[in-house]
């Protein structure tokens, strides 16, 4: 169950944005989409986690290293779409120690890897986009 606008959606609903979580937005979809498109976008889509996802594009980076490459972000939401995509099967989470340190770094999936194309061609897209003389 994803917890929004004061009240449960179920989680085989599709939720573009869920205020207590990610706090991007207030649209909620109440029925499954029929549209592919749609179900993909609400997977990535948010504030943040296209960045993230575009982070770990060249592979596992640690929660400190996203911090950092991610400016603006506060650890709270950056753990809280982190779980997301650890939850939607996209990230995959790996705690270690490092000396006395425990470290927690994040890299995607065999599935996540799927989406690297589909990112590449949507920044590719974006580059255009922002070129065009409008």
Not at 17 to 22: A, D
Not at 54 to 77: H, N, Q, T, Y
Request: aromatic share 8%.
């Amino acid at each position: 169950m994803w917890y929004t606008l004061g009240r449960y959606v179920d989680r085989d609903r599709l939720a573009i944005t869920y205020e207590e979580v990610s706090a991007v937005s207030d649209i909620v979809i109440e029925k499954p989409s029929e549209c592919p498109v749609t179900t993909a976008i609400a997977i990535i889509a948010g504030k943040w986690k296209p960045t993230i996802l575009c982070e770990l594009r060249d592979g596992a980076r640690r929660f400190s290293d996203l911090r950092r490459e991610v400016p603006g972000i506060s650890e709270k939401v950056l753990a809280a779409h982190l779980r997301d995509l650890e939850a939607d099967g996209i990230v995959s989470r790996r705690e270690f120690r490092e000396g006395g340190v425990l470290a927690t770094e994040y890299a995607f999936t065999d599935y996540g890897l799927t989406l690297k194309p589909i990112l590449t061609a949507l920044a590719d897209w974006g580059t255009r986009h922002q070129r065009l003389d409008r």
